[in-house]
């Protein structure tokens, strides 16, 4: 006799077979017409893509290649028609920095990357200040200038309604990158190297992210780029097998109609199925709401005691009254485990919480020793204090940190870390605060919707700066106070080692000065002279961006520039006429002069370059080693145009003064003994564009009338 089990195998066999092979046949043939037709539509999809693309980047060079010929200020409004397609414009040089600033949030000063600069097109996410890729155009400007746009890359595909669900589309360079995509993103981000084997056939199917892909690219013509489109090689079986279901509907609804015949016995059966499930779901409920074993095994008890539902099948009775005994069997064996399990949940949560000081403990070790090693590995005192400021950012997850010293009695943001619209709330709470009022001790407070913690450092009892670290409100304070304590030691060294620093360079710049006083009584280049050079050479290193220190030194040791001319002697120096070869063949030694008699000392070598390179020309033939571009020093370049910009203007016994407007046009043009290839164009750029500053400055220091 057949066995309901054997029955329901069978017959349930036997419409499942039907209905995988009629469904397979067609589903295989429908997936083959859906390829077909899905691949001629993608083909024209990218064809159509090619063309768009080609057209926004024609259209957007030429915009560009227009304004490249305007000059600034109507290229500033033709800039400002285009807003909506080009985002960023800037004119940079050749070395990519940025000399007036359209559009965009890189303002002048900024620098740019240098592989840019080309007529090619590029994709970089520098230009953008959320760090999302432009393409970036570069059209040449003058001789040593570049006019740089970038736009969105989704200009590019502003068809984007071609693509398909789940379809996805590319734009390649021809190394492969990815440089736009759209469609299914995450699969091709940004940056991400497509195989070139793969972009050699104009279609491929390859697995990519554990997926099958069906790649199809076209290469653009003259633009090294290539347009990609394609979709997951599953999408066909999904659309065949859809398609194949409507087919396989009328073999199902034969199937029905067979189980109708024997729908008496199969309703019993559902029936009693149904009634098992359900008890067997509530059992599953209950034991998934109860909170711990203990209760588990009540619960367990309970459903054993109840009486099993009725059952028209034997087998399926003895099945419900058998996991009835199961359940409590396991009730009355697990009243042994609960009473282990409570045990053990006690040592758990003393085992966690020993735990968790542990952890505390060690963090505080841990960033103490990261902090430290942070000041030692860094080769220089900035390099060591802004180690510290970004350590105590990650750390503790700070939004903001500082690291305060002091200058001339008043409070100095040293370094700093995190937000930057916290720093300049910060940097004006400390103007016009004195250092005992603000390091007063450690203490926190409200701040900015934070808590702002300060950490006086001394050493030997001096207070020598301090740490300030805002912590959100719920941050562990506690934690911060217990590092801060034994390293603030380690600050306090960086700090007093700033502090001696600084009065070593103030002694040089002192005895720099005092060199100065020397070669202004020996010979005739008077003081105000001497303090003009140091203010031009100050003008020139703000503009080419060289740091606050920097510019101090070039303003003090650029004064020193004559100081070899202490041994020439002074009836050459005072000679009211020409001098012979001879004798400018001794006054030409002042250079070598100079430099040996500031020797070789660390803290005098921007001073010793400046006396040995300051007569050097660009172009070369200058003295006393006739070097020539970037061969000779950059102070030595800045001096040479100061000094021969203030020879130019000042009376000499053996040529009048020029007037400004004079001594540029020598400068910048040339009269056959000067010319403008003598210089560093870089400064001679700066001289047009800043060229009146310095008539502001000699007018500063005047020369004193003598009687």
Sequence with gaps: MMTLASFNRRLLGTVLLALFL???LFVLWRRDQVRWEREQLLE???????????????????????????DSRHRAAAAAVSSSL??????????GVVLESYR???????????????????VTPLLSPDGSPLVVLAQPSGVREWLVGGFSPFHLFSRRDLLGDEEWALLLSQEGQVLVSLGRTRLFPFGTAIPTELMASSSMTKSWAGVKQRFFFLPLPEQSLTVAVGYPDGLLWREAIGKGLAAGGAVLLGALLVLGLVFPLFSSLL??????SASLVRSENLLARAADPVEAMEVLRELGRESPATMRFAELHAIEAAFGRLLDTAAREGEELAGLYEESSAMEEEISDSNRRLRRVMDRLNVLLQLSQGTQVAGDLDGAVDTVARELCRLFDSPFSAVVAFQDGEPLLWSWSGRSDLKETFFGSLRGLCPGEFFSGTVSFPWEGLRLFRFPARTLQHLVGGVVIALPPEGDGESLEGVMEPFLSHLAGLLHSREMLAEIKAAYHDVALRMQSLTEIYHEETGAHLGRIGEYAALFGHELGLDRETVSDLRAFSQLHDLGKLKVPREILSKPSALTEEEFAVVRKHTLWGAEILAHSPRFAMARNICLYHHERWCGGGYPEGLAGEAIPLEGRIVAVCDVYDALRSKRSYKPSFSHERALEILLEGDGRVGPEHFDPRLLEILRRRGDELASIFGRFPERETG
């Design 22 to 24: 009629l469904s397979s």
């Design 44 to 70: 024209r999809r990218l064809a159509a893509m090619g063309r768009e693309i080609l057209s926004v980047v024609d259209s957007h060079r030429r915009l560009l290649r227009g304004m490249a010929f305007i």
């Design 86 to 95: 080009m985002p960023f414009l800037a004119l940079v040089d050749a070395r």
């Design 104 to 122: 965009g949030w890189l303002g002048e000063g900024a620098l740019i990357p240098g592989k840019l600069l080309s007529t090619g097109l590029s």
């Design 271 to 276: 029936k009693s199925l149904s009634s098992l």
